[in-house]
């Protein structure tokens, strides 16, 4: 997958993967993947394999985001979202300003709990059990359990605020798959929230 290059700079990543995003305000859109390995949480209900990985340099890392896209289509614009895991250990600015420099469009998939390079187009906050540093996002994207979630929403300021269902399956011994209706039904008496569904799931794809 990497050709090794000699660099002072090296981020370990999980993969690399053109998909379509599959939560959140972006459903939908066809989006390139860059997954940095390791995270500084571990909630029960992940359900993201973010151990492992490779050291790997920018360059590399840029290499292969270009590689992954089809023949005919262009990087210019083009959603990439750094996720994980929790990108927010390793991505920096010299890779964000790597990445543009090709035209992609660069989002981030957080936890909130750590700061964030500058330049990125597009700041996804989902905070789990852990103090947030982060004041503002473009989305705010709670996975919901049944807990308050209202405070986050005066925490993080952001202009869309999703709840997303909890894969249960990622649970021992939870008694169903996921809390879809107790989401939904949540929504219906706090309809500033909008609902988030794991699109990628129920389509099969990555």
């Known amino acids: 997958m990497w050709r090794s290059m000699s660099a002072t700079d090296t981020y370990r990543v999980k993969e690399v993967f053109f998909s379509l995003q599959g939560e959140g305000f972006h459903t939908g859109k066809t989006a390139v993947f860059v997954r940095f390995a390791g995270c500084n949480l571990r909630c029960p209900f992940c359900d993201t ?5 490779e050291t790997v340099t920018r360059e590399a890392i840029v290499r292969q985001a270009l590689a992954v896209l089809p023949s005919d289509v262009s990087a210019e614009r083009m959603l990439l979202v750094l996720t994980g895991g929790e990108p927010s250990l390793q991505a920096d600015d010299a890779l964000v300003d790597a990445l543009h420099e090709k035209g992609f469009y660069v ?9 964030l390079p500058d330049g990125i187009d597009w700041i996804t906050c989902s905070p789990k059990d852990a103090p947030v540093v982060l ?3 473009d989305e705010l994207k709670v996975v919901y359990r049944g807990q308050d979630v209202e405070p986050l929403y005066d925490v993080v300021e952001a202009q869309h605020h999703f709840l ?19 989401t939904i039904a949540y929504i219906l008496t706090h309809p500033r929230w909008r609902l988030s569904i794991q ?3 129920t389509a099969n794809i990555r």
């Open 49 to 53: 394999d973010f151990t492992g990985g």
């Open 107 to 115: 989002a981030i998939e957080t936890n909130g709990t750590h700061t």
């Open 135 to 137: 004041t503002r996002a």
């Open 164 to 182: 997303q269902p909890c894969d249960m399956s990622m649970m021992p011994g939870a008694p169903q798959k996921d809390n879809l209706q107790e």
């Open 199 to 201: 699109m990628h799931k």
